[in-house]
């Protein structure tokens, strides 16, 4: 594990488990990083933000859904190492619900993501996004108890 390479310093990235019901929304990763790997929707914490700010922003941004209810979950230390561009992420994770049931997750930076949909969580799909891959197989639920 390196420390101190003189890297990119970290940064921090905000993810958020939108929950309905047992189905959580994930896309598949249009990037150098994770490249075509089911993820969470979320993104780069900007100056200022709160992190409910920065996940509703996102969220907005990505699907066009309004979120409601946001709350920290955890956050996780991840290297992105093997691609062209190293990059080390914080990323806090958050748990939100829909503001408004009845909106239609849409695809607004077809750039970035295949397309929204909901999974259930017992039957998600694959391949996972590693770090979020890697959560799953540590137990991690966002639902809460
Ligand atoms: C980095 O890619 C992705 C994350 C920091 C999310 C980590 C997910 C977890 C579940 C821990 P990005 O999409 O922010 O950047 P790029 O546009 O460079 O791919």
Partial sequence: TPTETGG?????AVAVFLLE????????????IGQSTFALP?????YGESFEGCAARELKEETGLDIANTELLT?????????PTPAHYITVL??????????????LEPE?????????????????????EKMVQSGFSPFPI
């Fill in 94 to 107: 958050m748990r939100s619900s829909m503001a408004n049931p009845s909106q239609v997750p849409q695809n």
């Fill in 21 to 32: 019901g047992k189905k959580v929304l994930l896309g598949r990763r249009r990037s150098s």
């Fill in 75 to 83: 956050v996780t230390n991840n290297l992105f190492d093997d691609g």
């Fill in 8 to 12: 990119p310093a970290p940064k921090v």
């Fill in 112 to 132: 970035k993501c295949d397309g929204w949909d909901w999974y259930n969580w017992d039957n998600l799909p694959s391949p996972l996004f590693w770090p979020l």
């Fill in 42 to 46: 979320g993104g780069n914490l900007e």
